[in-house]
Nanobody
Framework: QVQLVESGGGLVQPGGSLRLSCAASGSIFRINAMGWYRQAPGKQREWVAGITTGGSTNYADSVKGRFTSSRDNAKNTMYLQMNSLKLEDTAVYYC??????????????WGQGTLVTVSS
């Protein structure tokens, strides 16, 4: 019913930047909260950033000041601009979207994940 497609991951040197995108499609009536999570090798998935319908954002302390989340409601798309990347930012990044479907069901949708590798 709802599909999320992520893009923008890749290999970057420490101090570099990447921009992730997450595009939602399908039976969407309204997208509520959106967020980014990541899972590093051998670790549990952790929350990275969140953004409300109105555009208010919150960030994990580990990325505050370096990552910026934004959304384009007209395109049902969310972005994560990642600057000053560190080795410890290496992970698979997942987007998460709270959706109200056209049949008025609440869904918690996840993207397929995109790998970000920070390495010199």
């Amino acid at each position: 019913q709802v599909q999320l497609v992520e893009s923008g991951g890749g290999l970057v040197q420490p101090g570099g930047s990447l921009r992730l995108s997450c595009a939602a499609s399908g039976s969407i009536f309204r997208i509520n909260a959106m967020g980014w999570y990541r899972q590093a090798p051998g670790k549990q998935r952790e929350w990275v950033a969140g953004i409300t319908t109105g555009g208010s954002t919150n960030y994990a302390d580990s990325v505050k000041g370096r990552f910026t989340s934004s959304r384009d409601n007209a395109k049902n798309t969310m972005y994560l601009q990642m600057n000053s990347l560190k080795l410890e930012d290496t992970a698979v990044y997942y987007c998460n979207v709270q959706v109200l479907t056209t049949t008025l069901r609440h869904l918690d949708a996840w993207g397929q994940g995109t790998l970000v590798t920070v390495s010199s």
